[in-house]
């Protein structure tokens, strides 16, 4: 039986300073277990680097025209973009392979899935520390976040972003737009503004055909760390983002119970 | 003249030269043997070598051998359809003989009809060879016949040239425009005879011997020189992928398939 329709390519090519693309792809292929429901009917943009994290990257909204006919793409109207995009949709082990091989180091998902496009499934809070501070900063605003939306009920999923900030979470039903999860996410970013000035809230990435880095997405720094989900005790016991890398995510269980259980937004939400 | 390219590795044909009752069995070398660079497309990004499909215009499918057949196109996008067995039954039996019919002077052959040239070699009588090769040489005749190579067939003319046989097949003359059919041509005046005179003195000053040696092809020379260079420095090396990799690459997608299925059920 052939395990993969993908053929492999310039195998030992560097991509990540001493990782070459054949680690890249055993990377995906060992999280694919993991990481293929977070990608599951949801559009795909690639980020490629087919000269490494040095050399020059490029965002693929659009399937490429030398695409396989066995990847499932589909076409959306981009207001953003003000054209027709043919996206990926990100299903299967062959896909993600295929994009490994594409040296897609970063996989991007949008935050709702193709057969209700306009419907986010997912708020994200992306937690993003600017000026000066770091992690920790962004650990501390998780936390606080997290307790926020505990008090309203919602159960939230915390992941690194790879680099230093962290994004967290919430599974929704999809029963609404993409302006009230942006008003959502908007009023909370209110409320850390007051906890730390400098850790930013960026709220406008809950918008249609907008990406964030899928779980267990590698991230183009050095050391290749990768996107990594975790459990709340986890981040408050405290741990080192760098360490979460390509060599160390494989061998984890997936911290993320129940996220595919969508929650109600509006009934907690003011009240 | 110095003739230096390459001499061939293979023969192209193997059959025999009748004159008469007479067989003189040869193979047949190509003599011209034209200089020119092929490049390979290559992915500019990972330098592997692009492939083509044969993909259907319309459906834009890729279509595998058996499904394809041959179509003349009678009108644009109209086609007569032939299958491969019609076609093979009104080719030119491979004919394994050049038979002489007839000799003439070479001279006497236009050269406009000369397509190209091939070098006949004795295949295993050296004798018959010999025969036919000083017989020609001494007449100053040239034997016209017939060859069969890659199912076309072509007038041929075997005659002597620097101490071997070469075969010259030659052009038909249907396959070739007269100048006359140019209308740009139609109505060419003779010019004035003091014109001519002078034009004419102009020629004889600047007479010689041709000297073929002097012209070059400077385009194939520069990609030389340029290929050279790069090989000097750095080379496009196009990686096959590795197979220790590949194989343990197959060893974690045999887990990761096997957790996947299990995950279905």
Known sequence: MELTKVK???????LFPGITKAKVIEY???????????????????HRF?????????????????TPSWVKTFRRYSKHAKRYVNYIVGDDLDTLLWMANLASLEINVTLSRMDDFEKPDIVLIDIDPAQGSGFAEARE????????????????????????????????????????????????????AKLRKEVKIDYAQNA?????????SLRPLEGAPVSTPLAWEELEKGLSPAELNINTIPERGDPWCGFFEPQRLEVRYGA | MELSAKPPKRAIWSGSIAVGLVNVPV???????????????LHRRDNAP?????????????????????GYEVRKGEYVVFEEEELEAIKPASSKKIALEKFVDLASVDPIYFHT????????SEEAYALLLYTLQRTGKAGAGRLTLRSKEYPVLVHPYRGALIATTLHYPHEVVSPQDMEELQGIKEPPEEELELAATIVDALSGEFDLASYRDTYVERLQELINKKLAGEVVVVEEAEKEEVKSLMEALRKTVEELKAKQE
């Open chain 1, 50 to 66: 087919p000269d490494g994290i040095a050399g020059k990257s490029f965002f693929e909204k659009d399937a490429p025209s030398h």
């Open chain 1, 208 to 216: 249609v055909g907008k990406t964030m880095a899928a779980p267990y």
């Open chain 1, 8 to 14: 492999f390519t310039n195998l030992s090519k560097e």
């Open chain 2, 50 to 70: 692009i492939k083509f499909k044969r993909v259907c215009s319309k459906c834009g499918e890729e279509v595998p051998l058996e499904e394809i057949v041959k």
């Open chain 2, 117 to 124: 040239s091939y070098i006949l070699t004795p295949d295993k």
């Open chain 1, 141 to 192: 605003v998780a936390l606080f976040i997290n307790d926020r939306l505990r008090e309203l009920g919602l159960r939230s999923y915390v992941k690194t972003s790879g680099k230093r900030g962290l994004h967290v979470l919430i599974p929704i039903v999809r029963e609404y737009s993409f302006k009230d999860t942006r008003a959502f996410v908007r009023e909370l970013g209110r409320f850390v």
């Open chain 2, 27 to 41: 193979k047949l070398y190509p003599m011209i043997r034209e200089k020119v660079f092929s490049f390979r497309m």
């Open chain 1, 28 to 46: 995906y292929i060992k999280v694919a277990p993991k990481m293929l429901p977070y990608l599951r009917k949801r559009a795909v943009v690639m």
